[in-house]
């Protein structure tokens, strides 16, 4: 019992301290007034609460502690993530235009398959027209290559054509015209 004590820091005189500041303090920090009438508790009474409060604390104090159990927390696991319902803004078609033999600029395709329309127009008087043709190439020098047009325009007169293209990369392309009339070139998305 003693090294309970000596394990606490306290003398009895340290418990009683602590006891008797209890009580002040559960009595709203004054000591009761006594009472001559003798219904009060009496001098033995006192000694005799004090003596069980000390007696309780000494048997809780030299009691072995419990061992600690180790508490495991989990987080809760991740929800699954929700599908997105907010898709890419749809891809828009690529219109160019021009005159005559030249390569265009690289311009962007998310790839997947594409439907290809060009026109072409012989503005001259001539009788024999002109020649319309090209392909669609990707910058990266891939050896992918679409026709668009091959045709020979009657002089003075417009010609129409569609052809698909079908899986394409995602990347960068242009046009390489070999043409002698006036042209435009839609690529569009299916």
């Known amino acids: 019992m003693r090294g309970a004590l000596k394990w606490t820091g306290f003398g009895i005189v340290g418990l ?32 005799a609460t004090v003596s069980a409060r000390v007696n309780a604390t000494v048997a809780a104090l030299s009691k072995p502690a419990a061992a600690a159990q180790p508490t495991v927390t989990r987080p809760n696991p991740p929800a699954p993530a929700k599908p997105t319902t907010a898709t890419a803004p749809e891809e828009k078609p690529v219109t160019l235009a021009g005159k005559g033999i ?14 290809i329309k060009w026109t ?27 026709t668009v047009g091959n045709a020979m325009v009657p002089g003075g007169q417009k010609m129409t054509g569609e052809t698909q293209a079908y899986n394409l990369k995602p990347g960068r392309y242009f046009l390489d015209m070999s043409s002698g009339c006036d042209w435009s070139v839609t690529i569009a998305p299916q």
């Open 16 to 47: 009683l301290a602590i006891v008797g500041l209890g009580t002040l303090v559960g009595s709203g920090g004054s000591r009761p007034a006594p009472q001559s009438d003798g219904a009060g508790p009496s001098q033995a009474q006192l000694e």
């Open 102 to 115: 030249l390569k265009t600029p690289p311009f962007e395709l998310r790839g997947g398959s594409y439907s």
């Open 120 to 146: 072409a127009s012989d503005s001259s008087s001539s009788a024999v027209g002109c020649y319309q043709g090209g392909q669609l190439q990707a910058v990266d020098g891939s050896l992918h290559f679409e």
